[in-house]
């Protein structure tokens, strides 16, 4: 993508949103939105591609003087005040990481998944004593410290797929995969992630969000019934406490949030786990490249259990995937900043 004078035309000339107009399941309305954020992710979003990654190794070495020298040659600052603190490389690192945010996610996103599920838990947070937010954190790291899941696990992963953003959101919107001519404008070329680079950051995506789902689900279980131990209608009798619902296999997690309708309301099928362990074995892919076609074989034992989708329903799984870290990475720092 490039110059944001093409932005209305890319999204008109793009086959997802023609058909879109007649379609009987997309508005005018929600048509516009899409290309409101394909305005809005070109001007918010290239100037910080690649800064995550670049200032990511200079983050781990706790170098301030290094980190806000990359700072000013990545955003053209000639004069800059070198950064005083480790604790401020991540203020400032977290600030960079929820602009991203805040530009890859549209705006019916914001307005809905976040607003309903993640605003309260954060306003949750805001309003709980120190003592309170400590009691949380403890029974959180119970299971593995949340801090070292963000810094050692989330960041790099999100660094990566930030700047992989730019292939996987076209998918979604034009269709295509390869390099994609836009035929109103002869100059521009759209470069899109193809199978097996969706796929592995899928896979990756998927189990770094499952370590994390202990943080949601604990606030969501203090939300809803006072007690973070305490959960809504579980799937599994066995699941009493945070620390033994963080010991569960992925798919056995989905079991126990199955009857919490907000919660797998706001998962929004993305965490499928069929897709991830067709991803993770060899031979479990089958893409005809013509259609976009995919066939998981998820059962490494038997080929003939498979379940169907396309190429698309994979980025836009990947996309819900880097959205939902990037909230629950910003809780976690919220909850360990405050219990210091």
Not at 101 to 130: M, S
Request: overall charge negative; charged content about 25%; some cysteine.
């Amino acid at each position: 993508m490039k110059d944001l004078d093409f932005a209305q035309s890319m999204a008109l000339s793009s086959l997802f949103l023609s058909l879109s107009f007649k379609s009987p399941f997309f508005s005018l309305e929600e048509i516009h939105k899409y290309d409101v954020f394909l305005t809005r992710m070109q001007n918010g979003l290239l100037p910080y591609k690649g800064a995550l990654n670049s200032l990511l190794p200079i983050l781990k070495k706790g170098n301030a003087e290094a980190f806000s020298q990359k700072m000013a040659t990545l955003f053209d600052v000639k004069k800059y005040k070198p950064l005083g603190s480790v604790q401020d490389m991540y203020d400032s690192y977290f600030k960079l990481l929820e602009v991203v945010y805040l530009n890859i996610a549209p705006q019916y996103y914001l307005d809905d998944c976040h607003a309903r599920f993640i605003k309260p838990l954060e306003d949750l947070i805001n309003k709980l004593t120190v003592d309170e937010v400590r009691n949380i954190k403890v029974k959180l790291d119970a299971s593995g410290l949340i801090s070292k899941w963000y810094k050692d696990e989330v960041l790099p992963f999100l660094a990566k797929s930030i700047d992989n953003i730019q292939k996987i959101l076209p998918v979604m919107i034009y269709a295509s995969a390869g390099i994609k001519d836009v035929t109103e404008n002869g100059d521009l070329k759209i470069v899109t992630i193809g199978c097996d680079d969706v796929m592995d950051l899928y896979k990756e995506g998927y189990e770094v969000f499952a370590h994390s789902l202990k943080i949601l689900v604990g606030l969501n279980n203090l939300q809803e019934n006072g007690d973070i131990d305490v959960f809504t209608h579980s799937g599994l009798s066995d699941v009493d406490t945070i620390t033994k619902f963080a010991g569960k296999a992925a798919g056995k997690m989905i079991e126990v949030l199955e009857g919490n309708g907000a919660f797998m309301d706001y998962l929004d099928g993305s965490m499928n786990n069929k897709i991830r362990n067709a991803a993770s074995h060899s031979g479990g892919i089958d893409y005809d490249s013509t259609t976009q076609h995919i066939k998981c074989h998820y059962d490494a034992t038997d080929d003939s259990k498979v379940y169907e989708t396309t190429l698309m329903s994979v980025c836009r799984l990947c996309h819900v995937l880097i959205l939902h870290l990037i909230e629950t990475t910003l809780l976690a720092r919220k909850i360990v900043e405050k219990a210091k």
